[in-house]
């Protein structure tokens, strides 16, 4: 009996390959790029199961081209980029790692409000011009200690947000979710939230409901100076407005992992981050490194095998994507 065809979008461990290729045959992208369209269909045409990474996504027009496939095992935490209603029309089994990615997003978060508050990028690039001659009364920023944080979403990445920010002696730490609680937090509405907080931290899931939740409108009730930084979803936040807000100086700084040109299945994403995001002087962007921990990313590929092999062997994987929203809706991630 032949082994099935198992596809790899990127890269992954030695020791998960090897897991992977004793139950099936692997092709494996190189990477770190992602596949061209067209090898991505030739190589989606033959397999029969697909381990998903970030770049990824699929649609009804992609599964028509997939007879053979069996299962779809993500390996990331948020499946907003895969149609679920047509992956159980067409009989894929989708699976995502729920757990692995909170601590090391929430410990990300806590690094971006803080290097966007104390002017570290700023700070690194005065250093690189060979002029530093010692202490100058200069970047004056401000701090956690005594601030009011804002955290947005109280999943499990706003709940472990909300740990790390508890040791920083914040003056209050203000909770926005109509869904979720955490005691630590003082529950408040999206609008007080942006009126009172010296900080917002994101961390919301994508849903039809929260797309461009942060828009022209509520960036401009701000408090002014805020510091806005998203671990979430790119498109919960409008990028033009964010740009506006900066140069305006309405917005204190701006600090993302995350861009809306990442969110593959909404018809109209933009191709590119927004420019004004490069040209302000105090944003800091970093390249959806989240999760980006070597040994969580090795745990998360070997979650995400494991559940591969699980349906290629007619279980029920671990961590089986059993919600579906309504038709071509995507479902959001897992916040």
Not at 140 to 164: F, K, N, P, W
Request: charged share 20%; hydrophobic share 45%.
């Amino acid at each position: 009996m032949m082994k099935p065809n198992i596809m790899v979008t990127q890269p992954i461990h030695r020791d998960v390959l090897d897991k992977l290729q004793a139950v099936g045959q692997v092709v494996m992208n190189p990477g770190p790029e992602p596949w061209s369209a067209e090898e991505f269909r030739q190589h989606l045409t033959e397999a029969h199961a697909m381990m998903a990474f970030m770049p990824d996504r699929i649609d009804a027009a992609l599964l028509q081209q997939a007879p053979r496939l069996k299962t779809i095992a993500c390996a990331l935490k948020g499946y907003d980029n895969f149609d679920l209603n047509a992956c159980r029309d067409a009989g894929v089994v989708v699976s995502f790692v729920p757990d692995l990615l909170t601590e090391p997003t929430a410990e990300l978060a806590i690094a971006l409000a803080l290097s966007a508050a104390r002017n570290v990028v700023t700070g690194d690039r005065l250093m690189r011009t060979g002029q530093y001659a010692g202490w100058r009364p200069i970047l004056y920023g401000t701090g956690l200690h005594e601030s009011v944080v804002a955290v947005v979403g109280l999943g499990a990445v706003g709940q472990a947000i909300v740990q790390r920010l508890s040791g920083f002696g914040c003056a209050e730490i203000l909770g926005v979710d109509p869904v979720n609680q955490d005691a630590r937090t003082t529950p408040v509405s999206l609008e007080e939230a942006v009126q009172r907080a010296d900080y917002l931290l994101l961390a919301v899931p994508l849903t039809p409901a929260t797309r461009y939740m942060f828009n022209e409108h509520l960036l401009g009730q701000l408090k002014p100076g805020v510091i806005i930084v998203n671990v979430g979803r790119g498109s919960v936040i409008n990028e033009a407005a964010v740009a506006q807000g900066l140069a305006d100086g309405t917005i204190g700084a701006y600090a993302a992992d995350v861009f809306e040109m990442e969110d593959w299945l909404l018809p109209d994403l933009p191709r590119d981050i927004h420019a004004g995001l490069f040209e302000s002087d105090i944003t800091v962007l970093t390249p959806h490194i989240g999760s980006a921990v070597a040994r969580v990313r090795r745990a998360i590929e070997h979650r995400a095998a494991d559940n591969l092999i699980q349906a290629l062997a007619g279980e029920v994987p671990r961590d089986v994507v059993r919600a579906v929203q309504e038709r071509g809706v995507p479902c959001a991630s897992v916040a």
